[in-house]
């Protein structure tokens, strides 16, 4: 069922919430839910009680909008997500990164789990988004022209260099070694052939999932600097021993939930640290 409620209201319930008025937004998929613990928390609120927010309904998604400091930072994190697969419309998946853009949110995170592709990818890895390829096979953008919006948005640096940078500082500042690669999404919910994924592997994919393309190209259609982190919770079909489950991703995310909370407590930190002239300047420089 479509929304006629319009993402600025949404955004004004939230400005009714709390005074604070982050800049950066987190969205917390699976294996990052764990960050919720380390926020300093002003203000929760549940989907159901935004006008116009989609419900979640899968296991492992709360569906809860936080204001909070993470470290120093203020920030909203948004943990949990409405997937397509679960029967929702794109433009219900995206009306939350409607909202934040209505808000006043600059800079957004963007996290999930995800199967790994590419060889050197172990269980419980994490990978920075520098690219995505949509094999969705929908595109959340489209539909009616929206007035004072870009109809045809232009994907070339859709992952921002400078937050990305900010990401890799955050890994070494917690020893981790974070990989970078291309996400490839898919619609779900059922996971991937073998087939299919050598067919990926050979697009050039290093990781494959079900969510977080839809949230970058709203994001980016209103200008929205974004990154997106993956967790790899599993060897992608046909490239480990065994079959897949939803199991298997829930328990790799929870052995390494306390790494995504350091990784996400640096980033924050580094963020609140770095000015915008500074990650402007790493675009030109940063990994
Ligand atoms: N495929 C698609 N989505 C996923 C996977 C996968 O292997 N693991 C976690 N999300």
Redesign the pocket.
């Known amino acids: 069922m479509e929304s006629d409620v319009s993402p600025q209201t949404a955004a004004a319930r939230l400005r009714q919430l709390s005074p604070l008025r982050p800049r950066l937004a987190i969205l917390l998929g ?1 294996g990052f839910h764990h960050v919720l613990s380390a926020l300093r928390v002003d203000k929760k609120i549940h989907f159901t009680k935004i006008p116009g927010f989609p419900v979640p309904t899968i296991n492992g998604h709360a569906g809860e909008l936080v204001f909070g400091r993470l470290g120093a930072t203020p920030v909203l994190v948004l943990s949990g997500r409405a997937h397509f697969y679960e029967g929702h419309s794109m433009e219900q998946v995206i009306f939350p990164i409607r909202t934040l853009a209505a808000f006043g949110i600059r800079d957004l995170l963007l996290t999930n ?3 790994g592709i590419n060889p050197d990818f172990r269980r419980g890895d994490f990978m920075v988004v520098t690219d995505h390829i949509n094999l969705m096979g929908a595109n959340p953008l489209r539909g009616p022209a929206v007035s004072g919006l870009n109809r045809f948005v232009d994907l070339t640096d859709t992952y921002d260099k400078g937050l990305r940078a900010l990401l890799f500082r955050a890994g070494k500042k917690c020893h981790l070694r974070l990989h970078r690669g291309i996400y490839l999404a ?1 619609s ?1 919910p059922s ?2 052939t073998p087939a299919e994924i050598r067919a990926f592997a050979r697009l050039g994919a290093d990781a ?3 969510s977080t393309v839809p949230e970058a190209l709203a994001a980016r259609q209103y200008g929205l600097n974004v990154a997106a982190m993956s967790c790899i ?2 060897p ?2 046909g490239m480990g021993k065994g079959p ?1 489950s939803h199991a298997e ?1 829930l328990k790799t995310a929870k052995k390494v939930e306390f790494l995504a909370v350091e990784l996400l407590k640096n980033f924050t930190n580094s963020y609140g640290k770095t000015d915008e002239a500074w990650r402007r300047q790493t675009e030109t420089t940063g990994r």
């Open positions: 699976s789990a995800a199967g898919v779900g996971y991937e494959v999932g079900m919770t599993n992608a079909a897949l991703v």
